[in-house]
């Protein structure tokens, strides 16, 4: 009974511990140090980490009272809440026990009287900590020039004024504006140094502009830290102004103040409406016009100064939310979105970005609320809300990746091969061991990449490999080099030392000539995981191009084959010494090259819709597409494209199969040409995968041809469909847009039994709801004709079936010599077809035998003179013959009789 009480309790622990559906919308939500506070349009809730809810308290809200200030005070254990209710009030609570109140006061409005944005947090040192509050002035009188925007108020009784106090040392202490339109975003404080920083919106005369102020939270008195002011302008972004600020998170960096923000240029067709650029905030240093502490006669001088972005490193048509960690020099960002995706985004040092990946994706359309917060106790966790629903996500999903080279491929800092484990996961998961991980700075390296240097003594050639991985401990090792089933390596190399090693051999230079190189295969293993990579090894100085302006493709050919490219004299050479590898963008872009080709074309993709299972023999129109090698695929939220190979190709069609795709929407095609250059710019959209809801009909005859109705949605994105256990692979007829309707036809089948029906979708396979089965084919025995005023009336006798035939899988063809009359079919009952053949200009045809065709199946049907009547006649003719021989007979037999027996039988 134990075991199984702690089953229901994992049990529900593993149902609560993902998301949590609320009575009412989110309106705001904060983290404690292992609590989560998460106010509703009516109560305030606390919760475990795991989303398991401990206590609620109703916070008397109606419309227009609402819980405006949520501040976690960990260090004092207690939560600050604030509201409208009874012109405004403030309270304080047991952070452990939220129905718990220490401490209340009424008629005090410090959050904002309308729905506004605002941001409060906990400012100061630990001997004097204040409750910093930035919102737009509600009670501003008209003739008012200066409006207050921040405060700072006092957080015990024995600061000035007591608790929740605004007064300062003698005096008030606030900062001042001489905007009217503020919007505060977000805001955070420093713990070492304390600094506070708030960020915010603004808009003058039409003109919007984002800022930053900085207060030196270490002073002691309120009066010093507003005096401390200095503010700045932050711009976003280079390509175009996006100058309101959405949402933005501080990134933990140990000698600078990282910051990052989401910034919007207030158009929602853009696809790049919102950018999230980074900047370096640690010093701002100057003033802005219109923001002042109280006291000072202008407010703000002229001394604009403007932060311009570190780097820009997502562009999307709608982000709401971000958030980030760190791992050692990465920096690994979390970005919700106004359509409900959480979308992580790997930076390394230099801020480049790796590949953005959906941690997860809502069903409907469901802003993420701006402000996320990671699981206190592991991080390894992000709290969003969307609308009424608080999710818990993971960070990391390193265990979906099942060897090494998929766990690279991941290009995610969080996740590494764990050598005792065989597993992909996270560092901490896997101690003790050898954690194989990607280098920083490696975001856009190959994993494997090689360079070959010739000793121009000797014949001898040196072919270094070099993996882009990293490790904690050091890991069993090895490299085999094979030219077909040959070991390449003469054993002079030494030993391969993680991640590098080495094979040299001599090769006779001949051996090289030949223009495609010596293939050579070389496998690499890391303990036990194994990977197998060719090059094809060539003659360094003999990579030439024999026109002149081929200088591009030379160069991708030189560095892709290991050798080094000298970029003065424009030459391929053998690599004179061991180094770094470079990659081909760095060395070969920016070379003068012209193209030698026609410029190729996409004029039409068919179809260019597709389910996320992907599809094959998609159908390229274009013009000038002999010099094509591949088709590229890039999707919304992939750096990687895909690349698919062409086939069927002519100039201008080709064929090619579109990959599966793990998320819906739209990506762009373009074709690949020989310098890597990719054209055109077609779109093709991954849907849902279709479903069969019934086929009609459900039965064939066995001779095959029945045109078999799909019915269902999303039909057009089949591909053929499959009869079990036949296996037969019938084809659908391509999908017509205009008419949706999909159909495909039965092959012949001599059997019976019941069919399970599998639709075929990219290399998917979907099930149909209806079975499917054949039955013997129809049979006819006979027709006969019946003059109707001018027409011939056939009727063609046929047994009882359940094919339910219709009329518009018969034909039927009258032939009468060589002359053939088309039969219009008038009804088909159970045993029997009737048709009609007009007759022409008075004349009745007559017709000898009729030709029927369904399907493939076909029967021709002879017209006997044995007709009713015939038959008849025929009949009393045979019987009058019998009587007639009976009588003979009879006659013949007395006679006889009476010559053998002379003795009279009285008769
Ligand atoms: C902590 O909270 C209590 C109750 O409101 C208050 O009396 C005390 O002064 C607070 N301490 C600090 C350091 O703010
Ligand atoms: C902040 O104030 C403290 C205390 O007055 C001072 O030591 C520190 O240098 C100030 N920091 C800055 C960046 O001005
Ligand atoms: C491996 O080779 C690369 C160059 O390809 C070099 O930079 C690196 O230092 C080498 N590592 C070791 C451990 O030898
Ligand atoms: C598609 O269906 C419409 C209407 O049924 C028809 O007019 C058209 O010719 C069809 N197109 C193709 C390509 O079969
Ligand atoms: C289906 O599988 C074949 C063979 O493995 C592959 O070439 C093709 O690209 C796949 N098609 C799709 C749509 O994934
Ligand atoms: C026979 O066919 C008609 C129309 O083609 C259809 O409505 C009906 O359901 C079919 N009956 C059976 C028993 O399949
Ligand atoms: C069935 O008929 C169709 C069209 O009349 C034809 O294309 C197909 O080859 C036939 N199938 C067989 C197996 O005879």
Redesign the pocket.
Known sequence: MRRFLGILVILKYCICSDVHDFDGDIKDFVVGNSKLFVLTDHRLHQMRHDLTEEKSKDTKASEHNRVNILVPFDENSTLITCGTFNNGYCEVLDINDITNSIYYESDILIGPRQDEKSVAFISGTSSSKYLLVGKKDDDAKPRDTRYSVVTLLSTSQSQPGGIFSRMAEGSDAFIESTVRDVEFVDGFQRVSPSESYLFLNTKADSERKVLVLWMNSSKERKIEIIKSLQASRIRCCSDKARPVLVASTVIPSVNRVIWAGVFSAQNQQDPENSALALYDISHVKGRVKGFCHNGENTCGSESDTELQPLSVVFKYSSMSAVAAVRSGSWIVLFIGTSDGQLIKLVLDEKFTPGCPTVLFKSDDERKVFPRMHFDPVDFKHIYIALKKQLRRVSVVSCAKYITLKDCRAALDPLCGWCVNTHRCSTQEECLKSSWVSIPKDSLQKKLVSFQVWAEKSSNKITLHLSLSLESTGNPAFSCTFNTGTMNLCDGSDPPAVFPNCSCSFSVLSDQLQYTRGLPISAEVAVEDQKMTEMLMLKNCLNIKDNSQSASYTQCVQCVSSGCHWSSSSERCDWTLVPGEQLQTQDVCNGLFYEMEYKKPEILSLEPNKVSFHGRNNVLLRGRNLESVTKIRIQGDLECIPKESPVFDRSSDTLRFHIPPSGTKGTVKVCVVTPDDRCHGNSIITYSSQPSCTGIQPTVSWSS??RKIHLQGSNLELVESVTVLPSNKVMKTQQYNTSSWDVWF?S??YDGSGQFRLLLNVGNSTVDCVDYFSYKPDPEFTGFTTLQVANDLQVNIQKKADMLNLSMNEVTVTGLQGNQQYPCVLERIESNAIICKIKGESGHVPEVDSLTINI??FSITLRKTTWNYRFVLILFYFIFLLIFLIFCILLLLFRRNIRSVFPVQWPL
């Open positions: 095959g041809g036809v092959v012949p399907g493939n």
